[in-house]
Structure formats: C-alpha cells, structure tokens
C-alpha cells in the first residue's frame, strides 16, 4: 500500500450527525434510490449500520457505501499470529482487577522493535462486555511505524483516538482524516482504516464505548451555542485506490481478539457513499468553554465535548472532557479543582503543558485513574501556593495546555498489565502526604457573671 500522503491531500465536510453525500467520481452515487440493480460506473452497493435497523430515526445511524468490491470479498478469518493479548473487550477477575487506589502512569516510552498502531495498542482499564453490548475501554497507544498492507476493523465498539504525540494519517473507506495532537478522531464500529504516521514515532489514548455512540451533550440552560459547535466535526470527503493488493491483510477485533483475513484488493475502494454513520475528527482549540464568572469552581461536566449516554437521563457511559486555555476569574475562591469524591470514575490524560491541580508528576503522555468514591485533588504545592496569593488575585488567565477526562458511571477494573507496568508510579500517593491542618481554633471569650 502506497503510505506517501501529503498534509494538503485531506477534504472534509463540516457539521455532527448530517446526512452527507460524496462522490470521488461525478454520477458514482445513484440517484433516487439507494440500490439499483446496476450501480453507476458498476459499483457494488453495501449498507454499514451503526444501530439496530428499528432504532428511532433521530437516532438511527446508517450509510450506503459504493464500492469497487464489496467487503465480503475474502478468504475465512482466522486467529492472528501473534496477537495482542494486552487488548481486552471484557474486563472480569481473569484479566483485570479492581482497585480504589489512586493511579497515575508515567508517558510509555516508544518501542524500539517496529510496532504499528495494532500491536501497540494496549488496554489500562475498562468495564463491561463488547459480547453484552455495555461498557467501554480505555487504551493507551505507541507505536513507531505505518501500518503496511493491512487494515484495522473494530467490531467491538467506536474508538476515540486522542494523539499526544505525532499525527496521524487515517485513511478510512469513507476517505481521509489529518490527525494532530490537539485533535481527536471518532471511528465509528465496524469501519475498516489504516493508520499511518507521517512523522515518525507516535503515542496517545483510545476511548472505546461499546453498545452506543458519541453524540453531542445537550446544553440546557446554555443555549443553542458554546461547547462544541456542530460545525466545527469534519468528516472526509469520498477517496478511493482501485489496484491490486496481493496478500492485503483485514485485522479485525473482535470480542477483544485479533483475527486476520486475506483479500487482493484495498479495502479502500468506496469511490462514493452517503449517510450519517462516518468517521469524523474535531480540533480542541474550537472548543468555546465555559466557566463561573463570580465565584466558585464549576462542576468539570461544563466542559463535555462528547458523550456516550446511558439509558438514564443525564448519566453518562463515558463522557469526553477537556481542560482546556481559559480565563479564570473567581472571587475570593479556591481556583483549582476542588477535592472531590465522585459515584463517577475518572481517567486524565495530558496532551501537553500542565495541569492546574498537579505541579509535579503528571506529564503530558501519562495518565491518572481516580476511581469510584476514591478521594483526589490538588496535590501540596498546587494548594500551598494557590492559598499563598490570597483573596487579592486579578483574572488569570491558564494557557498552553491541554488536559483531558474520560468519564464513566461504570467502576473500571484494571488490566493486569497496568497493574504491573514499570511505567506505574508507585509513590503517586506522596503528593497529597504533605497537606497539613490549617484549623485554627477561635479563641474563646470568657463570660463574667455577676455574683
């Protein structure tokens, strides 16, 4: 497979959840109907489904692809040699354990074998089962080299691909998605694509959520505007490869294991389709976040880009929260995330710069896990001198960073690997160790009475 793309070559068309309409080829799409008997330019017509075809239409996900071959075009799937067994779909006392301790990782360090985006997937923690259609699973990545001859499939769940180091280059059977750290991408269950790393090594963090879809928070008393604006999600525009692949490899995960299947031809071959179940990507610096102008420190849910819901009002799967540059600007208020324990779990990760709540520890690359009910907040020196200023403090204003959440009302276990990473820092819990009591006792006015 031809892996030199250029950084201009990538089109897109704006808005979330649009029905949409591309064609590489003017005519490729058919005209009034979805099916013909013969497809313009002889293409075979294939629906992909997102949802259950009875779904509710404002909910129902679905798009018509037309291809040079249908993707039923390959030999039997087969287990992969070597798989990747640091790659779970269902989290149970066999694989993962649980623990209410706080956890932070160190960044992973690139490997030094060669190591595409599959076999440098790993899994720290999740909940559920891909087989039950509830849950998700959060996974770092590392890797050192494009993927060659071989696409990727997930049949267990969509995937939130959230770079921290290096782009990458998607190419997805909907077409192409440019993917800088900054950015995140969505790609949606069942798509086929390949990743490929235009400037070398690469890490990051994939959110995956099984048995339901990202969409947009609601905004409640917000209004029709802020957050993350509809238009701003790009998804590609149609692109397609019509040559022989002798030995073309499809890695597909399925219930958390790897299988192969071989076809000679790209998989990459929709010269057009439409539909609103796409692959699509969305640039952090457009997020337009809120915050108190008062007093007081907002809940973090304020600023949720995505959500995958519940069938429970208002509970989340897994939400998608970042921390973005803002101003700060509160009145005599603690400025920093407050201390917290939450019925909700909560995995950070840092794209880059600092986070406001931690000094020193947590790097961009790494990772902490505060879960259920556990207790977490600013470490020392994040209080000690935020307390130092005093009340006398003008607007501040937090800039080169780029922090993140992924939240869940599911209680992760963690993967023994995690567990067991030399990357795991073991000494996390000092940071909070050298808060010391501020409580002061009032001095007690004595009462005469008379005698």
Known sequence: MDNSISGDDFNYQSGFGNHFSSEAITGALPVEQNSPLICPFGLYAEQISGTSFTTPRSLNLFSWLYRIK?????????????SNKKILSEFNDSNSSTNPTQLRWKPTDIPDSPTDFID??????????????HGYAIHMYT????????????????????????????????????????????????????????????????AEVFGTHFQLPDLGPIGANG???PRDFLAPTAWFEDKSYPGYTIVQKFGGELFTAIQDFSPFNVVAWHGNYVPYKYDLSKFCPYN????????????????????????????????PPRWLVAEHTFRPPYYHRNCMSEFMG?????????????LPGGASLHNCMTPHGPD??????????????????????????FESSLIPRISQSALESPFL???????????????????????????
């Open 70 to 82: 249908p993707s039923v075009t390959h030999e039997p799937f087969k287990a992969r040699v070597p």
């Open 120 to 133: 440098g997937l790993f899994t720290v923690c999740g909940s559920g089962s891909s087989f039950m259609r």
């Open 143 to 206: 890797a050192n080299k494009s993927m060659d001859n071989c696409a990727f499939c997930n049949a267990d769940g969509d995937f939130l691909i959230v770079p921290q180091q290096g782009r990458l280059f998607i190419t997805t059977e909907c077409g192409r998605l440019n993917v800088s750290p900054g950015d995140v991408a969505i790609i949606p269950q069942g798509f086929r694509f390949n990743v490929n790393l235009p400037d070398g090594p690469s890490r990051g963090y994939v």
């Open 227 to 229: 957050l993350a604006s």
């Open 292 to 323: 108190t102008v008062l007093y007081d420190h907002s809940d973090p849910s304020i600023n949720t880009v995505l959500t995958a819901p519940t069938d429970k009002p208002g509970v989340a799967l897994l939400d998608f929260v970042i921390f």
């Open 350 to 362: 840092l794209i880059h710069g600092n986070y406001e709540a931690k000094v020193d520890g947590f």
């Open 380 to 405: 020392t020196k994040s209080y000690e001198s935020t307390i130092a200023r005093g009340n006398n403090v003008g607007p501040h204003k937090i800039i080169d960073t780029m922090a993140f959440m």
């Open 425 to 451: 820092d073991h000494d996390y819990y000092q940071c909070w160790i050298g808060l010391r009591s501020h409580f002061t006792v009032p001095e007690l006015k004595t009462i005469k009475t008379k005698e």
